[in-house]
Structures are given as structure tokens and as C-alpha cells.
């Protein structure tokens, strides 16, 4: 039950940053944004929020494998790694189409 507790608090964080950033539109929540540097900050917003959204999902799926299928906990855990780093590697490279030229 402690792993569904501590995913569950970090899906919950990354859920309220993903829909402040996607439908309330902070970009300033945004690591690094400099509006300066951005020509579509809107497009930014959603794309930096939808994937905030999938990690959310992604960590509270890991603390339900976790806590009803415990023989699973390796495998949960590869998924959030992996997990992760994919949605930050397609931010990564997302990122590229909203740089002001």
C-alpha cells in the first residue's frame, strides 16, 4: 500500500503541473522557458502539458502494478523508468518545433 501512497503523490503532482501548464497555459512553470526563445507558446503549453499528463498516468500505473501485483515490482519499475525517459526524450526533441528562429 506504501507504493500506491508514494506514486500516487507523485502522479498527483505531475497531474496538477500538467493541467496548469496545458489549460490554464503557465509557461512559466516550464523549466528553463524564456518566452524570448518561443514562437508558439500556446503549442509549447500543450505539448509540455500532454506530457506531464502521460507521466502522471505512467506513475499512478506503476503504484497500482506495484501494490495488487507485488511479483510484478521489477517490471513496474522498468516501465516507469522507461517510461519517463521517453516522454522526456520526445520533450527533448518536441521542444525543437516551437524555438523562434
Known amino acids: 500500500m506504501f507504493n500506491l501512497f508514494v506514486f500516487g503523490a507523485i502522479a ?10 496545458k489549460y490554464k497555459k ?3 512553470l516550464i523549466s528553463g522557458f524564456d518566452e524570448k526563445l518561443v514562437n508558439d507558446v500556446n503549442g509549447l503549453c500543450n ?5 506531464m499528463l502521460i507521466n502522471a ?6 503504484g497500482i502494478v506495484m501494490t495488487y501485483f507485488p511479483a510484478q515490482m521489477n517490471f513496474a519499475l522498468i516501465f ?3 517510461g519517463i525517459l521517453a516522454t522526456s526524450v ?5 521542444k525543437r518545433r516551437f524555438r523562434r528562429e
Open 80 to 82: 516507469f523508468v522507461g
Open 47 to 51: 505539448w509540455v502539458g500532454n506530457l
Open 12 to 21: 498527483l503532482v505531475m497531474l496538477l503541473l500538467g493541467y496548469q501548464i
Open 26 to 28: 503557465k509557461a512559466s
Open 90 to 94: 520526445f520533450a527533448i526533441a518536441g
Open 57 to 62: 498516468v505512467i506513475a499512478l500505473a506503476t
